[in-house]
Every structure is written in C-alpha cells, then in structure tokens.
C-alpha cells in the first residue's frame, strides 16, 4: 500500500504492453486491494492503478457521500471526480502510463461515470458493473473516440433498469460509444459480468503482442 498524492492506492506496473492501464474503483466498504484479483482477470498484464475512496460511511469508504441508497449528495460527487482526476493525472506521470480505462464496481462505477462527464480526457473509457446516473444535470462533456461498457444486474435491488439505461443514453450523447448488458443476477458481481468485461477489454488490446 502506498500513501502518496493524497490517495491511498496500490500501483502494479504492467507486464503486457498491449494490455490498457486500469483504474480500480471499489464498492461502498472496499478498499483498494478489492479489486486487485478482478483487473488482473479482466485484464491479464495490464497496470492497475487501485484507489481507496476518501468518504468514510459508517467506517465504510465511498468515492463520494449520499444522502440515502441511490441519493447522491451531487455537489460532493462534483467535488470528489474532480479530486480523483488531479490524483489520475498525476499518478499518470508519477508511473507513466497512458489515460487509463476506469474498472469500477457501484459507488466506483458511479465515481467513474462522474469522472468521464466531467473530466473526460483523463479516463480512455469505462467499464462500469452496476453504475447508475451519477449527476442529474451533468455538463456538456465530448466523449467522442472513448469506449464505455455498462454492466448492469436484471434483478439489482438498488438500481433500476431505467437509471442503467439513462446512464447509457447520457453517456451516448456525449459521443462515447457505449454497450449496456444485462446480466440475470442482482447488484453482486458474477461470472457472467468477468466474461463480458474479459471479451469486451480483448477488443480493446492493442496490437503487439510481446511483453514489457
Ligand atoms: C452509491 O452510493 O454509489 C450507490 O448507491 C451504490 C452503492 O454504493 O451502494
């Protein structure tokens, strides 16, 4: 664990040059090793830059504060993306890695939707697994050229299938080129989610084909 740029994060270098860098954003009550095991079998050799949220909820760390279950403290979520953008940026130059793909699960798929509307030339793109709208009113971002994948659960409990599909149509206006699945489980993850989220990264390998 490392404690520096005022996040604390755990950083693995990559060790396939073809395979994108990863931000790892963790669910309500994570922390950043979490997702650790999740980038690297999504991912197999790509750098993962995994970030412990900085709002405590009952002990429990969040990317950002709600009011209730699904009810944002907006301002917050403002203030936090843009936190977690100075804090990529940086960490971009500190480990030389390119703009990063955002792997977030929840609250860290829903810090990384905020991210990409109101940051977006720091992220390359989303995979977002049980993320719903993050800001009701969000500024007018170009997200043209990224790639968001949007996993969302048939019977989720906290996000309905209307807020994943809003998430999806504001991420397309935008200009982002975005796919939705609908996986037949609730708000956990699944085998299914690991499949999508493995044939979707593939795609998005570049070329070479060596190691670093
Ligand atoms: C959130 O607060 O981001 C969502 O309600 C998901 C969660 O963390 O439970």
């Known amino acids: ?112 939707a905020a991210t990409l509307l109101l940051r977006p030339s720091v992220l390359a793109g989303g995979l977002l697994v049980r993320a719903m709208v993050p800001l009701s009113r969000p500024p007018k971002a170009d997200l043209a050229g990224k790639s968001v994948l949007i996993l969302s659960g048939l019977r989720d409990p906290i996000i309905p299938s209307e807020n994943g599909e809003s998430l999806a149509a504001m991420l397309r206006d935008a200009g982002a080129d975005v796919d939705r699945r609908v996986v037949p489980v609730g708000h956990e993850l699944s085998q299914a989610d690991l499949l999508l989220a493995q044939q979707w990264i593939a795609a998005r390998r570049v070329s070479a084909t060596h190691d670093v």
């Open 1 to 112: 664990m490392t404690q520096s740029q005022s996040f604390i994060h755990r950083f693995e270098p990559a060790t396939r040059l073809e395979a994108p860098p990863l931000l790892l954003l963790h669910g309500t009550g994570g922390d950043e090793n979490d997702l650790l095991p999740l980038g690297r079998a999504v991912s197999p050799g790509s750098a993962l830059l995994s970030v412990r949220g900085q709002v405590l909820e009952h002990g429990m760390p969040r990317f950002f504060r709600r009011l209730a279950e699904g009810v944002f403290d907006e301002e917050d979520v403002v203030r936090r993306a843009h936190e977690l953008a100075d804090f990529v940026e940086d960490a971009r130059e500190r480990y030389g890695i390119a703009a990063p793909i955002a792997l977030g699960y929840s609250n860290g798929a829903n810090i990384a």
